[in-house]
């Protein structure tokens, strides 16, 4: 249905512009086209009198040119975005592995220190009993009312 519509816009079109261009005169003209010149004047535009002319032919040549130098760089862009994409992809990757082993490597200190906490307690603990068995047995009181420190041999 759009295209008959279309199909008869265009026809009107061309008819509109068909009557608004006058074919020139040629024979008015004092120039004779047959004959060859030395000028190196470029040759008259031909005449428009339809809509598939030959000038009209140059058109679709400059728009395909325009077209390709278009369609190349829109590819130029999507290449170039692409390679972009991968090279953050890579980024990640990389941030991804070295994220991963600062997190082992947290872990891993993570652990150590519970480690050392844990050996600093049990040193605390046998610190203290060695405190309290030194002074329930190392403090021994003689006869003259002096204190002498014994140092027992158990640990």
């Not at 082992?104 to 519970?114: A, C, F, M, T």
């Not at 050996?119 to 009181?141: D, E, H, Q, W």
Request: hydrophobic share 25%.
């Amino acid at each position: 249905m759009l295209s008959n519509n279309n199909g008869k816009s265009l026809n009107k079109e061309n008819s509109q512009r068909d009557r608004l261009i006058k074919p020139i005169d040629l024979s008015s003209t004092s120039t004779d086209i047959s004959s060859p010149t030395n000028d190196q004047t470029p040759p008259p535009p031909p005449i428009l009198s339809t809509p598939s002319s030959s000038s009209s032919s140059a058109l679709p040549t400059a728009a395909s040119l325009n077209y390709f130098h278009i369609k190349n760089m829109i590819e130029l862009t999507v290449e170039s975005a692409r390679l972009r994409e991968k090279q953050l992809e890579n980024e990640i990757v990389d941030l991804r592995n070295e994220l991963t082993k600062e997190q082992g490597s947290r872990q891993k200190l993570e652990q150590d220190i519970l480690e050392l906490r844990r050996i600093r307690n049990v040193l605390i603990k046998k610190l203290k009993r060695l405190n309290r068995s030194s002074s329930a047995t190392g403090n021994c009181s003689n006869s003259n009312g002096d204190t002498k420190n014994e140092i027992s041999s158990s640990s």
